[in-house]
């Protein structure tokens, strides 16, 4: 599964971006999506994950009520909306697949459990 990020940029407190992520894979349709984020000399966290039909969501408590991840399985895509926008969510945004294809709850959390791994998105927030 390749997967291809875009969407980072710059973006002041309080604005919003949008990310999205292409994949190659025919069958995307049966991959649990996920994204993550690392901030510069942090660890990489998780963000939010959405499964393959998209009706259940998981989000980091960090973002909340903040960021929204739908996906489309005809156009291969998932989507992170970030609204709301606070200079600690400055990072580099990767969008991930897990290689059994799927995960559920807190297994979904856990970075180890994606094997796949786009090449990551700058998003930067100015205070």
């Known amino acids: 599964v390749q997967l291809q990020a875009s969407g980072g940029g710059l973006a002041q407190a309080g604005g919003s971006l949008r990310l999205s992520c292409a994949a190659s894979?025919?069958?995307?349709?049966?991959?649990?999506m996920g994204w993550f984020r690392q901030a510069p000399g942090k660890a990489r966290e998780f963000v939010a994950a959405?499964?393959?039909?998209?009706?259940?969501?998981y989000y980091a408590d960090s973002v909340k009520g903040r960021f929204t991840i739908s996906r489309d399985n005809a156009k291969k895509t998932v989507y992170l909306q970030m609204n709301s926008l606070k200079p600690e969510d400055t990072a580099v945004y990767y969008c991930?697949?897990?290689?059994?294809?799927?995960?559920?709850?807190?297994?979904?959390?856990?970075?180890?459990?994606?094997?796949?791994w786009g090449q990551g998105t700058l998003v930067t927030v100015s205070s």
């Open positions: 991930a697949a897990p290689g059994r294809g799927y995960c559920s709850g807190y297994g979904c959390q856990i970075a180890d459990e994606y094997d796949y």
């Open positions: 894979e025919r069958t995307f349709g049966s991959y649990t």
């Open positions: 959405i499964g393959r039909s998209g009706s259940s969501t």
